[in-house]
């Protein structure tokens, strides 16, 4: 792939952008697998606007089917607004993410989207697994903050 100028100043974007949100949202507490929840997530987002933007996930990049991840991303920007970036609702936000791009998955199996071969299902599903899993073990390092705070209060009361 040959990369123009263009090219190279969006991905110079999306890395100050994640690294200026990585900062910010780790301001908002301590708790390592609240921080590593957070960079999890964050290198999900990353990593699909740029494999959707590159060579796209689903078929070719000019590909409008590739438009629908940026509604899984959406859920997951949203949710994370809704829920004031707490690790609670942090949790509940990257499980509806997982549950967005899974709906996204079966669209794309049942309607047989992309170019015909390329990818194989069998690749669009793996491609696919993959942020599903990041977007999950996200949500499990949420939930994780949300009992370690639970059991530090417990602990300083007790």
């Known amino acids: 792939m040959d990369w123009t100028v263009s090219d190279f100043i969006v991905f110079g974007g999306l890395l100050a952008g994640v690294g200026i949100a990585y900062t910010l949202a780790t301001r908002l507490s301590g708790n390592r697998a609240y921080r590593t929840g957070i960079a999890v997530a964050l290198a999900g987002a990353f990593f699909l606007i740029w494999a959707n933007g590159a060579v796209g996930i689903i078929g070719e990049p000019d590909n409008p089917a590739n438009l629908m991840y940026a509604a899984v991303l959406a859920v997951g920007l949203i949710g994370a607004f809704v829920a004031r970036f707490r690790a609670a609702g942090m949790t509940r936000a990257l499980c509806a993410t997982a549950a967005a791009h899974g709906v996204v998955l079966l669209i794309v199996l049942i309607a047989g989207l992309g170019v015909p ?29 949300v009992k370690s705070v639970s059991a530090s209060t417990i602990a300083v009361s007790a």
């Open 117 to 145: 071969g390329k990818p194989a299902p069998i690749v669009i599903v793996i491609a696919n697994g993959i942020f599903i899993g990041l977007w999950l073990t996200s949500a499990w390092l949420f939930r994780k903050a």
